[in-house]
């Protein structure tokens, strides 16, 4: 049997699915599973240069010619997703180290995998990729008055730039550099095609890497915080199932077309738990393992749903609805 590249995309949400629960078992059963979490920016950093490759970046001009879709995204994730929030943590929590876990991964969008998954999806990855700047330095900058609004001043404390200019650093500015000399190496020698052409089969085989260094890695943190857990996770499904519709919300209030509206709908769903690991980790311990086991629960429900939302959303986001 040959295997091809729509054969690959075809196949992407059974091949995802087979790997998360193989993942956790692995990371359960192999001792030095967490050795893996070194691997996570490397493997990130590949799948988003495959995709990269894709996205013809000459075209990319015209993205920012549509403010409806900007203050759309913008009014998603920074007014709307932190009320929601806001609302879920103070509703179903009480102890403090929980609602700075959860608070930490709900209130940054994500700038690395979202542009996989709304490709998936059918969203418009061009777009969500001239966002990554901007949706970067706001959460950067607000990210410190969310939690002095809704923890208070202490809060403030823990929140370092290093892991986010890190991560943005490793996982968006180099694979954007190296995909653009790859193109344009491309138009004036065979082997650069070769290369582009070679990248184009590398988004869903790294996808599915990607889930399972995240997952593996991080098991034995999920196993020793299983409290924690049952508890933040509600939370979770309850925002995962509602942040959609927040997406599309923003996008009517704006009139986005149907595409853009696929995209912010993932964009607003996606968070930023590989880029706010490094902080909770940073804590002092025991709380950094606790706040630490909360995103990364998230980061399991967040791939669960992705799946669902490469299905749904694209048939829910039609044109005739919009």
Known sequence: MNITRKTL?????????????????????????ASLTSLIEPVIGILLFSMFCQI????LKKTFKDRAFFKALLLGNFIFIPMLAFTLSHLFLKDPILILGVLLVLLTPCIDYVIVFTHLGKGDSQSILS?????????????????????GADSLSIIEISPFVDAFLYLIVIPFILAILTQLYS??????????????????????LTLFVVLASQTS??????????????????????????????SKIFKVNAVNTRTIAFSVS?????????????????????????????????????????QVIPMAVKKELI
């Open 187 to 208: 138009e004036q020698h065979s082997f650069g095609k070769s290369i582009l052409t070679f990248s184009g089969w590398l988004p869903v085989p790294f996808m599915a």
């Open 270 to 310: 996606t968070r930023n738990s590989l880029v706010v690991l490094p902080m909770a980790l940073a804590l002092p311990a025991p709380n950094n393992f606790i706040v630490a086991a909360v995103i990364v629960t998230q980061t399991v429900v967040e791939l669960a749903f992705q799946l669902i939302y490469i």
């Open 9 to 33: 995309e075809e196949k992407q949400i059974w091949i995802y699915a087979i790997i998360l629960p193989f993942a956790l078992g692995f990371g359960y059963l192999w001792d030095h599973s």
């Open 131 to 151: 966002a990554t700047p901007l949706l970067f330095v706001l959460q950067m900058v607000l990210l410190p008055l969310y939690f002095f609004l809704f923890i």
């Open 221 to 250: 943190l999920l196993v020793n915080n299983l409290t924690s857990i049952f508890i933040v996770l509600p939370i979770y499904i309850l925002f995962h199932l509602i942040a959609p519709y927040v997406g599309i919300l923003t």
């Open 56 to 59: 013809p970046f000459l075209e």
